[in-house]
């Protein structure tokens, strides 16, 4: 059984599995959700990026789970 650590920065997981690559998650900006509830002060309005931007994600998990069964069996201890 492999144990999974979620690491997140900004509210981001910093890792994704099992999502369709052309279909992949949309999130909003920190800005954007203040504008949306009218909470951006105009300085801030002022300096803000509203461009979309789009996240290319590309892994190879075949090399993550090697990596993840070798670990397993160098240190079991990890993943109880």
């Known amino acids: ?5 979620l690491r997140f920065h900004c509210g981001l997981p910093q890792a994704w599995d099992g999502f369709d690559p052309a279909n992949s998650p ?9 504008e949306r509830h009218g909470l951006l002060t105009k300085h801030e309005a002022d300096k803000a990026d509203f461009s979309p931007v789009s996240l290319h994600f590309d892994f190879d998990y075949a090399s993550i789970r090697a990596t993840l069964a070798k670990l397993e069996k160098e240190e079991p201890e990890l993943f109880r």
């Open 1 to 5: 059984m492999f144990s999974i650590l």
């Open 26 to 34: 949309t999130f909003e900006s920190q800005a954007s959700y203040l």
